[in-house]
């Protein structure tokens, strides 16, 4: 089974403070996505990347940047928190190289910023 | 308007009835998704397809290209079924998925 895992369920983090979410899979698959989740909007992509060092800007990507050294590893940074930022964040991975394909989420982060 | 639009957005039902949640989109596709997502946020695949119809279990996904259609059916409820069921496609040329906001289903015993 494809398992893709987050560093935290729940974070509480002050205004201003730098963030790091960081998300893991274990299936060797090439793309990994950031995505944010708000009541009544869905789930919104933030930045996604099809190889190591390499990403791309979703379609919010303001207010945050990632980082993918290993193949496995794709972590998302808040520079600068604020409270617009209290969000559900999931992270996914899919195997088809370029291809959204069929996607496997992590179990999501719960990031309230105060 | 959104591009993905499901109906409806919050649904009740009890045990044991047939439930039929829509998805329209307004854009040529490669393919659709259907998704679960559990209270607590963990988000399952459930389906993905271009054509015609899947089943697995007692859910069934279908997809009309030519309509820009698609529904999911569930059979014979069960509480267990009650979470958030989310429609995402594929458009043509394009490396994104795009997500309808979910319909919310509660089923009841």
């Not at chain 2, 409806?8 to 998805?23: H, M, V």
């Not at chain 2, 279990?57 to 009309?64: S, Y």
């Not at chain 2, 698609?70 to 429609?87: E, F, G, K, N």
Request: proline share 4%.
């Amino acid at each position: 089974d494809v398992k893709v895992t987050q560093s935290s369920r729940y974070l509480v983090k002050r205004t201003g403070e730098k963030v790091f979410l960081e998300c893991v899979q274990d299936m060797d698959h090439e793309n990994m996505f950031w995505y944010r989740q708000d009541p009544g909007l869905g789930l919104r992509l933030i930045y996604f990347s099809y190889d190591v060092k390499m990403k791309e800007k979703g379609d919010i990507p303001e207010g945050y940047s990632v980082s993918r050294e290993k193949k496995e590893r794709f972590s998302l940074i808040l520079e600068s928190a604020s409270t617009n930022q209290t969000s559900m964040y999931l992270c996914a991975s899919s195997l088809e190289y370029r291809s959204p394909g069929e996607q496997y989420f992590g179990p999501g982060t719960r990031l309230t910023v105060t | 308007k959104n591009e993905v639009e499901q109906s409806p957005q919050n649904l009740t039902a009890q045990e044991g009835e047939f439930i039929t949640i829509n998805c329209s989109y307004s854009v040529g596709i490669s393919a659709l998704h259907w998704l679960q997502q559990h209270p607590g946020g963990g988000i399952v695949s459930l389906f993905m397809l271009s054509s015609g119809k899947k089943k697995h279990g007692r859910l069934i996904a279908t997809i009309n290209i030519q309509e820009k259609h698609s529904s999911l059916h569930i059979t014979a409820s069960h509480p267990r079924d009650s979470a958030v069921y989310i429609c995402a496609v594929i458009p043509y040329n394009t490396d994104k998925l795009i997500f309808g906001t979910g319909t919310r289903l509660q089923v009841f015993p």
